[in-house]
T-cell receptor
Framework: DAGVIQSPRHEVTEMGQEVTLRCKPISGHDYLFWYRQTMMRGLELLIYFNNNVPIDDSGMPEDRFSAKMPNASFSTLKIQPSEPRDSAVYFC????????????FGPGTRLTVL | QQQVKQSPQSLIVQKGGISIINCAYENTAFDYFPWYQQFPGKGPALLIAIRPDVSEKKEGRFTISFNKSAKQFSLHIMDSQPGDSATYFCAASGLYTGGFKTIFGAGTRLFVKA
């Protein structure tokens, strides 16, 4: 299996622009997680899905952030409008169970908002 | 407060030495305690995990010690090697009313000197 696939790997954008991050989970995994990693706040869970349904989005920082999972093999995390403080590495992870089992992380998307 | 406190922030160990990283949690609902290893430019990868029904788990050179009453757990890396140089994150997961929570520690940057 190719593992969790994320695109793009790097994104540089200007403040106010819309940013869309993409994730393809491992086939057969029912859970998908979006994380944000920064030096200041470490690794934070933003939202997770079970069978394409958002279960908990309490980690989403603001209404500017939204996530969708239209099918079992694709998810997006959108930031609109983007701000410099959104600069971080965003990881997608998938699992066959909820957080009480191994999560397989993608390589991440490094987002820089100028 | 649902926190996982990890120490030390950084660690330098001689090749062949023992690396020890400690974590403490607050929420007794946590019931899964994984350790993740992250290399620069990569996503975290599960190293070893433990559930509270055991006090120790060993996999090769890596051992988790778990103290349920003290709400503490630690990672021991025996015979540390330069290839072990990475950032290590402890985490705690458990169910709560909204679903589950996975809280990560702030990370420990390990450098093993050859």
């Amino acid at each position: 299996d190719a593992g969790v696939i994320q695109s793009p790997r790097h994104e540089v954008t200007e403040m106010g622009q819309e940013v869309t991050l993409r994730c393809k989970p491992i086939s057969g995994h029912d859970y998908l997680f979006w994380y944000r990693q920064t030096m200041m706040r470490g690794l934070e869970l933003l939202i997770y899905f079970n069978n394409n349904v958002p279960i908990d989005d309490s980690g989403m920082p603001e209404d500017r952030f939204s996530a969708k999972m239209p099918n079992a093999s694709f998810s997006t995390l959108k930031i609109q409008p983007s701000e410099p403080r959104d600069s971080a590495v965003y990881f997608c992870a998938s699992s066959t169970r909820d957080g009480t089992d191994t999560q397989y992380f993608g390589p991440g998307t490094r987002l820089t908002v100028l | 407060q649902q926190q996982v406190k990890q120490s030390p922030q950084s660690l330098i160990v001689q090749k062949g030495g023992i690396s020890i990283i400690n974590c403490a949690y607050e929420n007794t609902a946590f019931d899964y305690f994984p350790w993740y290893q992250q290399f620069p430019g990569k996503g975290p990868a599960l190293l070893i995990a433990i559930r509270p029904d055991v006090s120790e788990k060993k996999e090769g050179r890596f051992t988790i010690s778990f103290n349920k009453s003290a709400k503490q757990f630690s990672l021991h890396i025996m015979d540390s090697q330069p290839g072990d140089s990475a950032t290590y994150f402890c985490a705690a997961s458990g169910l709560y009313t909204g679903g589950f929570k996975t809280i990560f520690g702030a990370g420990t940057r390990l450098f093993v000197k050859a």
